[in-house]
């Protein structure tokens, strides 16, 4: 009987020394995530401390769920107890806003100035409170592009050669004169009415909303003036973003151009897409979309481990490299994305072969996000879903906009017009 | 002895039944009672949050809510979308329904297969509405199996989900297959209740189907119509699954596929709005109250007639 006692207590004693680094912390982590992105890149390159479970709250993003799920979390994360507590959660560019107060300052978590300092300037921005503290990292930069067809070029431009088509694509107006020849061609330039969104409102000149009220930018009406123009001239296939019919349209044997995307794009959502049939060059005008961030939840009864990990998967230089290289991702490390821009050897399958790093990498310096506000996310669905019928043919523009801005005030009764 | 008596009469098993009926009141009031009076009570404050998260109010604004629900949001269009929404999908189930439980109850029509039939035009009930809603949207989308059918017969393709005509269309006719095999059999119950003698007597005096249907058959059920009535009534006025997933949450196009519930859904989801959702379910309350009321005075001035009638015979001495 002595001998067992002394037998459990040792293995006890050791059980105990094998966590000693987060001893005193939680055994839970909880983190909300509202896809699998980030899920597997943290189960790939991150080793969990024995006697840690990590519990993954997968929340889909459709009608601000994901959002609704975390607030009431993080509502109640004072009462929670410890193993109910959020500790970490995933915010994108266009609510980040809205977390400020709720994330721990990076600073707090013993992330110097020295270890960002390699980081791409927007993705520090944008995390920025009102008081300068930085309150998320992400390990992604997300400057975008033009991804078009090599098949399709080559029938049509007579080439597939990413600095060639990039000259044919350089402004709005030879984009509009290559859709021509591709409407002769029965070919669409894009798939729907979203696809080049973003690389309006990424340029917009003010915020989407300024002092409570909505602001009508001129990027954006850039956007529905050239969509109705593309549409009455059926060069677009009328689809809408992320609808099934939208990504039918990247099928190897459809006939659609292009899209426009980041990194993510290519590697997570063109899923629907055959490898090699792809290209990417810089598109008419520079932009950028979406991109992640990891936020420590004030409250976390884990700190010194979500510090580790939020070190570990944005700084780390190693696993942004593999992560570069397994995941054909764009990480927020300017020098560790320079050596690939200037790496030959480096392609994606995907894009057939070609070193989309180079590609985007002057761009990844000219992003700007200092006009984010919280309420992006509602203004980029709803105007996208009230054009939609000025597109249609079912409504005129007044109309259209009257119909935004209704919905904006149900969902936001505190905005005005 | 008298005080013995006296005493077992005044014994009471009432006090049992108040005690059973415990666990139901504490019920209704947690989960209905205290929810129904805070909607009334918030519907004049404002009372928000800011982007989901920082909390405005409540301040009292009086009926500001009221006048802003006319005004700024125009209610009178999402009452009238759902109105017509459910009148698309209610005309042809009363229709088929009524028509389908007359056969079936009919005797001397001897219908065969009658419980397969009866299972078959259930089973779209059992579908959960957002299910069936997935469905049409896969299957009416512009590069969907019915445009490819229709495609393959030499029609061009119809975009369903860009026109109002369409979508209103499709929602009224998934309300329809979801309803009618559940309204078919309550119109059976009540076609089964008339005594068939009349049906017999009807037949003796040279009635045709036709004038059987309208004089006999539909009199006799129509407080089971009227309930039906009232029921579907009750139910498009909380239409909101059918539509939200066919459009995606937007009720498009135009809004003019956005119901009640849908405008509810909106001022809840993303801003925790109980000013303006309390404000809007308590003009449901209203309209639903005032629908009911109406459906049983009318109801209930029939039979007080009847009554009346009976009374006025008995006192004239007839009818021994």
Known sequence: ?417 | MSKLTRKRKSVSYAKWGYIFLIPFFATFAVFTLIPLVKTFYYSFFEYYFEGGLKAVGPNFVGIQNFVDIFTRYDLLKFISNTAVMWLIGFVPQLVISMLLAVWFTDLTLKIKGQAFFKTVIYLPNMIMASAFAMLFFALFSDRGPVNSVLNSVGIDSVRFLSYTGTVRGLVGSMNFMMWFGNTTIILMAGVMGIDNSMFEAAQIDGANAWDTFWRITVPMIKPILSYMLITSMIGGLQMFDVPQILTNGVGNPNRESMTLIMLLNNYISKSKNYGMGGALSVILFVITAVISMFMFNYLNKDSRQMQKQRQLASMKGGNK
Request: net charge negative.
């Open chain 1, 1 to 417: 009987m002595k001998k067992l006692i002394s037998a459990l207590l040792i293995a006890a004693m050791m059980l105990s020394l094998c966590a000693v680094a987060f001893a005193d912390e939680g055994t839970v982590l909880n983190i909300f995530v509202w896809n699998d992105e980030w899920k597997t890149r943290f189960t790939d390159y991150y080793t969990v401390p024995e006697g840690v479970t990590v519990n993954w709250i997968e929340e889909p993003n459709a009608e601000n769920n994901y959002q609704n799920k975390l607030d009431a979390a993080l509502q109640a994360q004072d009462s929670a107890p410890a193993d109910k507590k959020v500790d970490i959660f995933l915010v994108e560019a266009d609510y980040a806003v809205k977390y400020m107060d709720l994330a721990y300052d990076i600073a707090d978590l013993g992330i110097t100035a020295e270890d960002i300092a390699d980081m791409y300037q927007y993705t520090l921005d944008i995390m920025t409170d009102a008081e300068g503290k930085i309150k998320g990292l992400s390990w992604q930069a997300c400057p975008a592009g033009l991804i078009y067809r090599r098949d399709l070029a080559l029938e049509v431009l007579g080439t597939d050669d990413p600095e060639t088509v990039q000259e044919m694509l350089c402004d709005w107006e030879s984009f509009e004169a290559v859709a021509e020849m591709m409407a002769d061609a029965g070919i669409k330039m894009v798939s729907g009415y979203d696809d080049t969104y973003r690389t309006f409102t990424d340029n917009m000149s003010t915020s989407w909303v300024v002092d409570g009220k909505i602001q009508k930018d001129a990027a954006v009406e850039a956007w529905i003036a050239q969509t109705k123009k593309f549409t009455e001239n059926g060069w677009n296939n009328g689809t809408k973003l992320w609808d099934p019919d939208w990504s039918a349209d990247m099928a190897h044997d459809s006939k659609v151009f292009c899209y426009f995307g980041p990194a993510w794009f290519f590697d997570y959502s063109m899923g629907a897409g055959t490898a090699g049939d792809w290209a990417v060059c810089e598109g008419p005008v520079g932009f950028s979309w979406g991109g992640t961030w990891i936020c420590a939840a004030k409250g976390t009864d884990n700190e010194a481990l979500v510090a580790d990990i939020i070190k570990t998967m944005t700084i780390d230089k190693d696993v942004l490299t593999t992560i570069v290289k397994e995941k054909s991702d764009f990480t927020n490390s300017v020098s560790v994305m320079e050596g690939f821009a200037n790496d030959p050897a480096f392609g994606d399958a995907f894009l057939g072969g070609q070193n989309y790093v180079s590609v985007l990498l002057a761009n990844a310096q000219n992003i700007n996000r200092a006009k984010s506000t919280m309420y992006d996310q509602t203004c980029t669905e709803q105007i996208q879903n009230a054009m939609h019928d000025y597109f249609n043919g079912i409504v005129d523009l007044d109309t259209a906009w009257n119909n935004f801005y209704t919905v904006m005030l149900e969902k936001h009764p505190e905005l005005s017009f």
